[in-house]
Nanobody, 119 residues
Framework: QVQLAESGGGLVQAGGSLRLSCTASGSILSIHAMGWYRQAPGKQRELVASIISGGTTNYADSVQGRFTISRDNAKNTVYLQMNSLKPEDTAVYYC?????????????WGQGTQVTVSS
């Protein structure tokens, strides 16, 4: 099995910064894309940012220029640096990873970490 452990959420004032981390552990042969999604109350889960193993990144328009996704392949870890946070960034943030194991390839989700931005 694979586990994704997230950390770094919390409460911050508008304009502040937070850094999320997510580490994958378990029976892993390789990790392809890793990403962060978020879900605000009453809304659908949406992609925030993603990064493939080669380093190419993709961002939602709403966070472009404020958030930066990066990964440490040696540590099976993905990071999300969030700057200039806005109240509308408040949500539960979920880590996602596309992982190949001995028996196949599938996507895994973390348990979620709450990010709250006060105005």
């Amino acid at each position: 099995q694979v586990q994704l452990a997230e950390s770094g959420g919390g409460l911050v004032q508008a304009g502040g910064s937070l850094r999320l981390s997510c580490t994958a552990s378990g029976s892993i042969l390789s990790i392809h894309a890793m990403g962060w999604y978020r879900q605000a109350p009453g809304k659908q889960r949406e992609l925030v940012a993603s990064i493939i193993s080669g380093g190419t990144t993709n961002y939602a328009d709403s966070v472009q220029g404020r958030f930066t996704i990066s990964r440490d392949n040696a540590k099976n870890t993905v990071y999300l640096q969030m700057n200039s946070l806005k109240p509308e960034d408040t949500a539960v943030y979920y880590c996602n990873a596309d992982i190949t194991q001995l028996w196949g390839r599938r996507a895994y989700w973390g348990q979620g970490t709450q990010v709250t931005v006060s105005s």
